[in-house]
């Protein structure tokens, strides 16, 4: 059985997805690759059915439709077969080095018989351009190479979440967790760092930098301008997230992962203020308004939680152009020192 499935879902991403595809190869057979071509217009079919022609018993492709990221996540669900699952876009790579640890580890596992059902790495926000990096680690949240749970977590810096770049299921878990993602909608990574979150039991954490999240395209996603006339996308993912859960299940068997997910709620809901204030017109402030009273309509408590929360009640309770201003500020200072975009 193959240790880890890649998905890596692809729309004309001829420039820069065997950059990425070399970096999973390193796996040899104890990893399948799974390439989506989300309807590609440009050369990525012809290089994919290369790539399987050439490394048959390790790639497979997919060709679709265009249904967006989270249209080809889902693919990629649906296909893997392999004991771990992990997504890997198309303009990102990983570590060699540190891919060839963590499936060793996956094989220890596998010799000892421990039961884990979700790996953490570190992840890199790599802005290639300029030659600059930002690790992003988690040794103050969990200690390296024990086997926990989410009763063991410890304190979350400020700017640090479990992502989908630092996030390697158990394919089982991920598939129990039902989780799908929508199509034709950008930021859908957030619902699948957040959503499985809860079925998992057991924790393994491996201080190595793997993913390599490459910043500064001008068309990317996370491109600041893009964002703001994105906003409704981020909204939307925001509103999904906020009605997945029952989070006071959560509360009651994992304490320490429902404060967590209350922070990543709190940032998700800043996110998304933050750039209709940007926006600034008077029906981005609208929508901030109808974001909060939706929060209150599917749980009063949540929005409680939230309303007093330091990062989200900040960007409900500054009113004018005041508030505005010192919402901005923060995101600005925030956007400097950790550079994620």
């Not at 989270?70 to 080095?97: C, H, M, Q, R």
């Not at 770049?165 to 199509?183: A, C, R």
Request: net charge positive; with cysteine; charged share 30%.
């Amino acid at each position: 059985m193959k240790k880890i499935s890649f998905v890596v879902p692809c729309y004309n991403s001829q420039d820069y997805m065997e950059r990425c595809i070399d970096s999973l190869l390193v796996g040899k057979e104890d990893v399948e690759i799974i390439i989506v071509n989300d309807g590609s217009t440009d050369q990525t079919k012809v290089i994919a059915e290369h790539y399987k022609k050439k490394y048959p018993k390790i790639i497979k492709v997919v060709h679709k439709e265009n249904g967006g990221h989270g249209s080809g996540v889902n693919v990629g669900i649906k296909e893997a077969t392999g004991t771990y699952f992990k997504v890997v876009d198309s303009d990102d790579w990983l570590d060699k080095n540190a891919l060839e640890k963590v499936i060793k580890k996956i094989k220890e596992i596998e010799r000892t018989k421990e039961d884990v059902d979700l790996i953490i790495c570190n992840y890199v926000y790599d802005h290639l351009y300029e030659n600059k990096q930002k690790v992003m680690k988690y040794d103050n949240v969990l200690d390296a190479e024990k086997i926990s749970s989410w009763n063991d977590l410890r304190h979350f810096n400020p700017s640090q979440y479990l992502i989908m770049h630092s996030l390697i299921y158990k394919t089982d878990v991920l598939k129990n967790s039902k989780v799908i993602l929508p199509e034709h909608t950008f930021y859908v990574d957030n619902i699948i760092a957040y959503q499985p979150l809860p079925f998992v039991k057991k924790v393994l954490y491996l201080d190595v930098d793997l993913y390599h999240y490459f910043i500064g395209r001008e068309d990317q996603s996370v491109n600041e301008n893009i964002m703001i006339k994105r906003v409704d996308q981020q909204i939307k993912v925001t509103k999904i997230i906020v009605s997945c859960l029952n989070l006071d299940l959560v509360k009651d068997t994992y304490p320490k992962l429902y404060k967590y997910l209350i922070k990543y709620l709190s940032m998700m809901v800043t996110i998304s203020s933050i750039y209709l204030i940007m926006k600034g017109d008077e029906e981005s402030l609208i929508k901030r308004r109808s974001l909060w009273k939706y929060i209150k309509e599917i749980d009063e408590n949540l929005y409680k939680k939230l309303r007093y929360t330091k990062l989200s009640g900040a960007t409900y309770i500054l009113p004018g152009k005041i508030g505005s201003y010192i919402t901005l500020k923060g995101y600005k200072i925030a956007k400097k020192i950790y550079k994620f975009n």
